[in-house]
C-alpha cells in the first residue's frame, strides 16, 4: 500500500511478520523531576563572570533537553516536574514548598507533548514571579520541604503498576546538606524522617536518583545526606560523583531516535540432526531506523484521517471483496492460483532452521548479504539443555574459523543462510558485541549479477603494476581511519528530519542547523602527507594525462550547457501560449518542442504526444 | 522494450553421457524459457542439440560436416510450444562434438541477425565435455578456436559453457577431459565466455541463468578520493533478490461470454475523517502530519520540502581502515559494484592498484555516496577489494551499506563465561561438538564446494514455474512437491549424513534436551504452537520427551500442548478445582485431534491422532460425555472424506475405533451394532464442496458443535 510517495526511509524488511512475541519486562517509565528552587539554586556556577549561567539554569536546560529527546525517542513515557523550595504551592497533597509544573490539558504525571515543553522553555523567565524561590527548611519551623517533595513525587507515582513501569525520582540539588540551617534534635529527627519517607518509596519500587549540581569551586558532599539516602557506601560513593558528570552530558547531547527496548522477535527451532532441535531467541540488532509514520491529516480541520481501501473489478466496475485468487498470463492463458497454494509453493521446508553443514570462512564473498543480519541468542524457555549445545558449537566453531550454513525456512523467505559465531567483545564502556550467532541471509544464484564478467575486455592489460600497488598502499597508510567503529555516524536526514519536526512542533522561529557527520575531513585530506602520497599515486596511474581527462569530462558537461543555452535562446522566438491556445503544438517538430521542455527543466523523454501533453500540463499550472 | 531484446541458442549435449542428466536439462531448460515468456517475451531463442543420431542443420547441407548436430527449432521469438519441446529432449546416441555445435550456433545467428543485435546474442552449451574433438581438416584445434573467437568478437556473441563433471562423469578419458577443458579454457582467454564447472544435479539448477536482466547502473561519476583525485567509476546492483512473481489480484464478476476481460482488480483508496467517517476527503486535500508526542504536527510538502536534508550527488572516501574493524554482520543491504568506467585505462588500473592494495593489506574502504541528485540520506558504506584471477576481467570493488548509530540496537546480552556449569558443555561434549563442526564439512578441499550461493537456485522460484507450467494444463493441479535434486538446499546431503553417521550420532548422544514444564502455562504459547505444528508436524516428534513426562504431570495443566496431548488431556480432567475443566479438556482435545488430521501429510499424524482419539473416547466414558465424543466422531468422519483424507476413517475403522454404545454410557442413544458399523458403511459424503472450498480456512470447531457447548 502505497501511501508516501517520497518514502526515503523505508526498506522492504519482514520484521513485523512475528510482532506478537513482545517481551513481558517494564514497558514504560514513569519519571518525576524534582528540581530543588531554593535560592541558593540561584547562585552563578562562576564566581564572577557570567551571571545568567545559574544552578538552576543547568537544571531547567538539561531537563528541556532530555524532553525533547525524550518525546521523540520513547514518547510514551511519562513525565512531571515538581520544583521544591518554592513560595508558591501546587500539588496534590497541598504541602507547603512544593510546586508541581504543568500545562492545560495534560495530567501532572503524563507524556510530554509539545505545550509542555515549550512553556517549560519559558519558564525560567517568569519562573520568580509564578513559583518563586524561598528556603523550605529554616530554623524555628517544622516545615520539611525536601520532606514534602519527596511525598508529592510519591504521589504522582502512585499511577501504574511497578510491575508495567520504571518508577524513578530524578532529584536535581546543589545543597548537599538540606538540613544545615537546624540544629540538635530537630535536625535528627527531620533526617530521619526525610529518610524514611525516601525508603518507603523505595519499598514501592520507585527507585531515586541524585543529579548533584557542583562547581570546580563547590564539591558536594555526598557524605552530609544524600549518601545515606542512597544507600551509597564505599567504592559504590567514590565513583558516584563522576559518574553523575558524564550522565549530566548525556542528557545533553543524546541522539534523537526512536528507541527500541530489547525484545525478542521471535523464537527459531534449530534442527541439529534428526532427534536434536535446540530453541533460539532471535533479535534484530541492526535495522534501518525510520522515522515514525506519516499520518494523514485533513489539510483544512488538521484532524487525522483513515485510508480506506477498495476492490473494484476492472471489467465491470463492480465493487469486490479482496479475490482470494490471484493470477499469471502465461501461455495466453490466465492461471489463476489461490493464496493458500502460494503459500503452499513458499512451504519448501519442515523446521524453521535447518543445520546443513560448516564452511571455513573464505566461502563466505562480501558479495552473499542481501538483508540486515538477524543475531541469534539460545533460549532454556521451552527446551531445557539448548544453551550448551549452542555454547559448544559456538566455541568449535570460532575455534575451527568456520560458519555453519542452515537454510531458514521462513513463510516468505525461505532461503540459505550463514551463520556467524561472534564472540563476546567487551572494552571500558560495557558490552560492544554479545555473544551470539549472527544469521546472514545468503543470496541464491537468481539473485546474484555477473557485472564484472561483462566487463571483460581483451585489448589491454587491465591489472595495475606493482609500482602502482606500492603508490595505492602508501596512499592507504596516510589515510588511515585508526579507531573506525561502525555506527560512528550519526544519520543526517533522520536527525535533520527530528530537528526540524521539534522546531516546527514548538514554533521556533529559527530552522535548525543539523552538523552532516558523514562528510570527509577536508582539512586531514589537505595535510601535505596526504596530498603528497595522492599526487604520487595519481602521476603512477595517470601519468601527465590526468588533467587532460579532466578537462575533458568538463568539456562534455560544457556542451551540455551549450545545448540548453541554445534552447533557451530559441525558445524566446516562439510564442508558445498562443500555439497552446490554437493548438498548433503539434505542428512543431519534436527538436523545437524539446525547447521548452529544456528551458523549463522537464523531462524530454517520450513520444511527441506525451512532449505536447507535458508541455500543456506544465502551462495550466 | 525491444532494446533488451536478447537472442538465445542453446547447445545442449543429449549423447550418451549425457542421458542421466537429461532430466534435470530439461527442468531447468523449461524454466528458462518460461521466464522468457513471462518477463521478456520478445526474446529469441533457438535449440541446437549435439550428439543426435540424425543431423539436421544448414552447414552440413551448405559445406558438408557438421554431423550430429541437430537443430531442434530455428531462432524465434519463445512461445508457449518451446516449453513442451525442451521438456522432451529427444536422447542421442553418438558422442557429440561441442566444437561443431558452437559454429553450427553462430552460423544461425550470424544468417538471422548479421551485423546487428551486437551485445545481445548468448550461446549457452551445456555438455559434459567427455567426447573427443574431432581433428579439423586443416590446421589445428587450437586454430579452429581461434577463428571461432575471432568471429564471435566481431559479431557481439557471448558463450556460457556449462560443464558437467564430478561424480556426474567418473569413468571418463582424462587425456580427452583435459584437451576439452584447455579448447574451453582458450575461449575465456579469447573472447567473451565464461565457463562454470558444476560437480552435482543442484548446482546444475543454479549454474544456467534463467533470467536474463539488463544491468542498469545506479551511479555514473567519480570516485572522489579527494578534491584532488578522482577516478571515473560505474556502479551496478550485484545482488538484487529475484522476487516472487508480483500475482495480479483476479476478479471472476466479468460474464464468462467476455472474451476480451481482464479480470483485473483495481484498488482505490479513500481517505475518510477518523471523526466523521461520512465525510470523504480527496488525496490532495490531505496534508502530511508527524507525529510528536501524543500530538501530530501538520507539515505541508512545500515546507517540508524547503527544510529537508539535500546532500549533493557524489561519492566521496572517508578513509581506509583495517578489514577487522567492520564486523561481516553489519552489512545492511544487497550489494553493490563499483567497477571503472569501461574504456578508460586510466581509471581500470586506479581501481586495480586500489583494489589490490587494499586486498594485500588487508584494508577496506570507507565510502560516503549520494547516488543520485535529490536523494533524501545520504548512504555510508564500505568497499572491498574484488580481485579477479582473469587477465581479461578488471578488478573491481564490492560495496556494501553500514549502519548508521541510530540503527544499532544496543541490547545487552548475559556472558556465555558467566554462566553456571551446567549450562556450558563439558569437555567430552566440546569435543563431539569438534568433530561435528569439522566433519560436516561442505567445502571439502578435493570437491566442488556445495550449496555455493552463486550456484545455489531458488527453490521456490523453480517450483512456483513448475506449477504454473502444470496449471495451465490442468487447472485443478495440486502443488507439486519440492523437486527432488533442490531437496539439497532445504535439507542435510543424505550422502554427507551417512558418511558422518558416527560423528552425528557421538554429538546426539552426548547432548540431552528436556521440555521445560513450566511453560506449559503460558497463554502466549498459543499462537505460535499453532504456527510451528503448521509449518511441521513432524518437529514435534523430533524433541527428546521421554524423561519430560513425570515433571509434567506435576505441573498443573491448563491446555492441551503440542508435545504431550494425552497426559495433557488427562491431567486436565483429572482436575477437580473446577467442573468447567472437563469441558475444557474435551474441547482443547477434540482441537488437538482436528489440527493433526488436518495438518497430516500422507497420514504421517494419522497414529497420533488415534492415540488422542483412545484418550478422548476414554475420557468421555469415564466422564459419562458420549455424546460429545459421538458427535465429534461423527464430524471428523465427515471432514476427512469431504477433503480427501477418507483414508483417515479407513485408518480408525482398521484400528477397532467405534462410538460410544449405550451399554459403556448410558446417556449414549447408539447400539452396538450401529457404533462398530459406523465407519465401515460410509458415512453421507458431503458433496458441496469443490476443490477450491475444500481448501478455504475451516472455523476451529464446527458451529454446530460450539452450541453445543454453550448449551450445557
Given at each position: ?80 516536574i ?42 525560567e ?31 504522582l ?16 540539588t ?7 540551617s ?33 562547581s ?23 565513583q ?29 527451532t ?23 509514520a ?60 535447518r ?8 566461502c ?11 543475531f ?27 560458519f ?19 564472540d ?13 550467532m ?75 542547523e ?9 582539512e ?28 575533458r ?69 | ?45 533457438g ?7 540424425e ?36 536422447r ?19 544468417k ?52 558437467v ?23 575465456s ?25 539488463a544491468?542498469v ?17 560505474w ?10 512473481p ?169 556472558s ?25 564439512d ?10 555455493q ?103 498443573m ?9 494425552v ?10 478445582d ?34 488422542c ?76 464442496k ?23
Amino acid at each position: 500500500m502505497e501511501l508516501d510517495p517520497d518514502d526515503i526511509f523505508r526498506d522492504e524488511d519482514d520484521d513485523s511478520e512475528n510482532d506478537f512475541l513482545q517481551e513481558r519486562e517494564a514497558t514504560k517509565e514513569l519519571m518525576v523531576y524534582l528540581v530543588d528552587a531554593s535560592p541558593k539554586m540561584f547562585s552563578s556556577t562562576c564566581h564572577g563572570e557570567d551571571k545568567e549561567k545559574t544552578y538552576f539554569h543547568v537544571a531547567v536546560s538539561c531537563i528541556s533537553q532530555s524532553l525533547k529527546t525524550q518525546i521523540i525517542n520513547r514518547s510514551y513515557d511519562e513525565v512531571a516536574i515538581c520544583f521544591f523550595n518554592t513560595r508558591e504551592r501546587k500539588n496534590l497533597q497541598d504541602l507547603n514548598g512544593v510546586f508541581v509544573f504543568n500545562v492545560a490539558e495534560r495530567e501532572y504525571l503524563d507524556r510530554p507533548t509539545a505545550r509542555f515543553i515549550k512553556d517549560f522553555d519559558h519558564l525560567e523567565e517568569s519562573f520568580m514571579k509564578e513559583i518563586g524561590s524561598q528556603y523550605g527548611i529554616m530554623p524555628g519551623s517544622r516545615e520539611n520541604s525536601l520532606y514534602n517533595a519527596l511525598w508529592a513525587a510519591q504521589a504522582l507515582l502512585r499511577k501504574g503498576s511497578s510491575k508495567t513501569a520504571d518508577k524513578r525520582i530524578l532529584l536535581i540539588t546543589n545543597e548537599d546538606d538540606p538540613f544545615g540551617s537546624v540544629k540538635g534534635v530537630t535536625k535528627l529527627d527531620m533526617m530521619r524522617t526525610t529518610l524514611q519517607r525516601a525508603k518507603d518509596a523505595q519499598d514501592l519500587g520507585i527507585c531515586i536518583e541524585l543529579l548533584p549540581l557542583s562547581s570546580p569551586a563547590y564539591k558536594f558532599n555526598m557524605s552530609l545526606f544524600y549518601a545515606d539516602m542512597l544507600g551509597l557506601e564505599g567504592d559504590a560513593l567514590a565513583q558516584f560523583l563522576p559518574s553523575t558528570t558524564a550522565r549530566l552530558e548525556d542528557m545533553k547531547d543524546m541522539l534523537r531516535k526512536r528507541m527500541f527496548r530489547k525484545r525478542r522477535y521471535r523464537r527459531i527451532t534449530f534442527s541439529i540432526a534428526s532427534g536434536l532441535s535446540i530453541e533460539l531467541s532471535a533479535y534484530a540488532l541492526i535495522r534501518p531506523t525510520v522515522p515514525e509514520a506519516i499520518t494523514w491529516l485533513d489539510s483544512i480541520t488538521n484532524l487525522p484521517l483513515k485510508t480506506e481501501r477498495s476492490f473494484i473489478c476492472a471489467d465491470t466496475g463492480a465493487l469486490v471483496q479482496e479475490p482470494l485468487k490471484r493470477f499469471q498470463t502465461y501461455r495466453n492463458q490466465d492461471v489463476k492460483l489461490l493464496a493458500d497454494e502460494i503459500s503452499e509453493i513458499k512451504r519448501i521446508s519442515a523446521g524453521p532452521l535447518r543445520l546443513l553443514g560448516f564452511k571455513p570462512f573464505s566461502c563466505l564473498q562480501d558479495y552473499h548479504n542481501l538483508r540486515p543480519s538477524t543475531f541469534l541468542y539460545p533460549s532454556e524457555e521451552e527446551v531445557i539443555g539448548s544453551t550448551r549445545i549452542f555454547i559448544a558449537l559456538h566455541r568449535s566453531m570460532l575455534r575451527l574459523n568456520r560458519f555453519a550454513v542452515a537454510f531458514y525456512g521462513s513463510s516468505t523467505h525461505p532461503q540459505l543462510v550463514a551463520l556467524i559465531a561472534q564472540d563476546e567483545i567487551i572494552n571500558s564502556s560495557g558490552q560492544i558485541e554479545p555473544p551470539g550467532m549472527h544469521m546472514i541471509y545468503l543470496p541464491y544464484s537468481n539473485d546474484i549479477r555477473h557485472i564484472e564478467e561483462a566487463q571483460m575486455d581483451t585489448n589491454f592489460s587491465t591489472h595495475a603494476t606493482d609500482d602502482q600497488i606500492k603508490k595505492a598502499a602508501t596512499l592507504m597508510k596516510r589515510i588511515d581511519l585508526r579507531d573506525f567503529s561502525v555506527c560512528q555516524f550519526a544519520n543526517p536526514a533522520l536527525q535533520n528530519h527530528y530537528a526540524v519536526l521539534q522546531a516546527l512542533a514548538l514554533e521556533e522561529d529559527e530552522m535548525p542547523e543539523v552538523k552532516d557527520e558523514t562528510l570527509p575531513d577536508e582539512e586531514g585530506m589537505a595535510r601535505p602527507g596526504v596530498v603528497n602520497a595522492l599526487e604520487e599515486f595519481k602521476l603512477s596511474v595517470y601519468g601527465d594525462n590526468y588533467d587532460k581527462e579532466e578537462s575533458r569530462a568538463n568539456e562534455a558537461s560544457r556542451k551540455r550547457k551549450a545545448i540548453s543555452d541554445n534552447a533557451i535562446k530559441e525558445y524566446a522566438n516562439y510564442n508558445w501560449q498562443d500555439l497552446a491556445d490554437n493548438e498548433k503544438l503539434k505542428d512543431l517538430t519534436v527538436s523545437e518542442l524539446k525547447y521548452y521542455l529544456t528551458a523549463h527543466n522537464l523531462p524530454l523523454s517520450g513520444k511527441k504526444e506525451a512532449l505536447i501533453s507535458r508541455i500543456l500540463t506544465h502551462m495550466r499550472k | 522494450m525491444a532494446r533488451n531484446k536478447e537472442a538465445l541458442v542453446l547447445l545442449l549435449d543429449v549423447g550418451p553421457t549425457m542421458h542421466n542428466i537429461l532430466p534435470e536439462l530439461e527442468k531447468v531448460c523449461s524454466m528458462l524459457v518460461q521466464k522468457k515468456l513471462i518477463y521478456s517475451k520478445y526474446d529469441e531463442v533457438g535449440v541446437v542439440l549435439l550428439g543426435t543420431e540424425e543431423t539436421n542443420n544448414e552447414l552440413t547441407r551448405e559445406v558438408g560436416g557438421y554431423e550430429h548436430v541437430f537443430v531442434l527449432r530455428n531462432i524465434k521469438v519463445v512461445d508457449g510450444d518451446l516449453v513442451d519441446v525442451v521438456q522432451e529432449l529427444p536422447r542421442g546416441t553418438v558422442a557429440g562434438d561441442f566444437l561443431d555445435a558452437i559454429v553450427v550456433g553462430m552460423d544461425m545467428l550470424i544468417k538471422k541477425y548479421g551485423p546487428t543485435n551486437k551485445g545481445k546474442q548468448r550461446l549457452c552449451l551445456i555438455t559434459n565435455a567427455l567426447c573427443p574433438i574431432k581433428e579439423p581438416h586443416e590446421g589445428t584445434k587450437d586454430d579452429q578456436v581461434s577463428i571461432i573467437t575471432s568471429q564471435m568478437t566481431a559479431h557481439g556473441m557471448k558463450l556460457e559453457c556449462i560443464i558437467v563433471r564430478g561424480v556426474l562423469s567418473d569413468d571418463a578419458n582424462k587425456k580427452i577431459m583435459d584437451e576439452n577443458d584447455r579448447l574451453l579454457d582458450l575461449f575465456s582467454k579469447n573472447t567473451w565466455a565464461r565457463t562454470v564447472h558444476v560437480e552435482n544435479l543442484t548446482s546444475l539448477f543454479g549454474a544456467i541463468r534463467t533470467r536474463n536482466v539488463a544491468p542498469v547502473t545506479i551511479f555514473r561519476g567519480d570516485l572522489e578520493l579527494s578534491s584532488r583525485l578522482r577516478i571515473k567509476v560505474w556502479v551496478y546492483k550485484k545482488t538484487s533478490e529475484e522476487k516472487f512473481p508480483t500475482l495480479k489480484k483476479y476478479s471472476d464478476k466479468a460474464p464468462p461470454t467476455e472474451k476480451f476481460a481482464t479480470h483485473e482488480v483495481k484498488v482505490d483508496y479513500e481517505y475518510r475523517s477518523v471523526e466523521d467517517p461520512g465525510k470523504v476527503v480527496l488525496p490532495e486535500q490531505r496534508i502530511k502530519g508527524y507525529r510528536y508526542g501524543p500530538h501530530v504536527v501538520p507539515v505541508s510538502s512545500a515546507e517540508w520540502e524547503a527544510v529537508k536534508f539535500k546532500p549533493e550527488k557524489g561519492v566521496k572516501l572517508l578513509g581506509f581502515t583495517d578489514a577487522s574493524n567492520i564486523l561481516r554482520h553489519y552489512y545492511m543491504k544487497d550489494v553493490n559494484i563499483f567497477i571503472a568506467e569501461p574504456g578508460n585505462t586510466n581509471a581500470v588500473l586506479a581501481v586495480s592498484a586500489l583494489s589490490r592494495a587494499m586486498k594485500e593489506m588487508n584494508k577496506v574502504a570507507i565510502l560516503r555516496c549520494v547516488w543520485r541528485q535529490g536523494q533524501g540520506n545520504v548512504v555510508i558504506g564500505i568497499l572491498t577489494p574484488n580481485v579477479s584471477d582473469k587477465d581479461n576481467i578488471p578488478d573491481s570493488f564490492y560495496f556494501n551499506v553500514l549502519p548508521f548509530a541510530e540503527d544499532v540496537r544496543e541490547f545487552q546480552f548475559p556472558s556465555f563465561r558467566n554462566f553456571p556449569s551446567l549450562l556450558l558443555p563439558t569437555e567430552q561434549q566440546q569435543e563431539a561438538a569438534d568433530n561435528l563442526v569439522k566433519m560436516l564439512d561442505l567445502a571439502p578441499i578435493s570437491k566442488e564446494e556445495m550449496l555455493q550461493p552463486d550456484l545455489t537456485p531458488n527453490p521456490v522460484l523453480e517450483r512456483f514455474y513448475r506449477f504454473l507450467e502444470l496449471k495451465s494444463k490442468h487447472p485443478d493441479a495440486a502443488v507439486p512437491p519440492l523437486d527432488e535434486t533442490l531437496k539439497r538446499i532445504t535439507g542435510a546431503d543424505p550422502e554427507l549424513l551417512s558418511q558422518n553417521k558416527s560423528v552425528i550420532d557421538d554429538f546426539v548422544k552426548c547432548f540431552e534436551l528436556k521440555e521445560n514444564p513450566k511453560m506449559k502455562k503460558s497463554a502466549k504459547r498459543l499462537p505460535r504452537a499453532r504456527e510451528e505444528n503448521f509449518e511441521d508436524p513432524h518437529n514435534v516428534k523430533r524433541l527428546k520427551t521421554s524423561d519430560s513426562m513425570e515433571n509434567m504431570s506435576a505441573a498443573m495443566v491448563e491446555k492441551v500442548g503440542d508435545l504431550t496431548p494425552v497426559q495433557d488431556f488427562e491431567g486436565m480432567l483429572s482436575r477437580r478445582d473446577d467442573p468447567d475443566w472437563v469441558i475444557k479438556s474435551i474441547k482443547g482435545m477434540k482441537n488437538k485431534i482436528y489440527d493433526l488430521v488436518e495438518d497430516s501429510y500422507e497420514g504421517d499424524n494419522y497414529n497420533k491422532a488415534l492415540e488422542c482419539l483412545v484418550a478422548l473416547r476414554k475420557g468421555c466414558v469415564l466422564e459419562q460425555e458420549p455424546k460429545q465424543f459421538n458427535d465429534f466422531l461423527h464430524y471428523l468422519c465427515k471432514f476427512c472424506r469431504g477433503h480427501d483424507l477418507s483414508d483417515f476413517c479407513d485408518f480408525l475403522a482398521s484400528k477397532g475405533m467405534t462410538l460410544i454404545t449405550k451399554t459403556e454410557a448410558a446417556d449414549s442413544e447408539v447400539t452396538g451394532d450401529e457404533a462398530r458399523s459406523f465407519l465401515v458403511i460410509k458415512g453421507p459424503v458431503v458433496e458441496e464442496k469443490s476443490l477450491n472450498s475444500a481448501r478455504e480456512k475451516r472455523p476451529h470447531v464446527p458451529v454446530a458443535m460450539q452450541s453445543h457447548f454453550c448449551a450445557r
